[in-house]
């Protein structure tokens, strides 16, 4: 099972900047491609942003492109999200999850970490 860990959340004012984490304990990021997903309350969950392996091909939800940023450290096994100029929009519960081959999708992913909440608020 490719359960990963998410941390970095918090609460930041309008135009600020967080950093997410995504880490796997059992096994090697490095192999896999890995997308970032939100959620709020009373929506769905979505994709904001996926990288691949070895290629680093990158997409964005288009909600989030020029704000957002992935990337990887695959000899940290960490897998980041930079997120910059939030808006209150952006405040959802952020998951990670992990996929041979292709981007994960909502249906892809059978179990997800806890996630980590980002709350953008004045």
């Known amino acids: 099972q490719l359960q990963l860990v998410e941390s970095g959340g918090g609460l930041v004012q309008p135009g600020g900047s967080l950093r997410l984490s995504c880490t796997a304990s059992k096994f090697t990021l490095a192999s896999y491609n890995v997308g970032w997903f939100r959620q709020a309350p009373g929506k769905e969950r979505e994709r904001v942003s996926c990288i691949s392996s070895s290629t680093y091909i990158i997409n964005y939800a288009d909600s989030v492109k020029g704000r957002f940023t992935i990337s990887r450290d695959d000899a940290k096994n960490m897998v980041y999200l930079q997120m910059n100029n939030l808006k209150p929009e952006d405040s959802a519960v952020y998951y990670c999850?992990?996929?041979?081959?292709?981007?994960?999708?909502?249906?892809?992913?059978?179990?997800w970490g806890q996630g980590t909440q980002v709350t953008v608020s004045s």
């Open positions: 999850a992990a996929r041979p081959f292709v981007c994960p999708t909502l249906e892809s992913v059978q179990n």
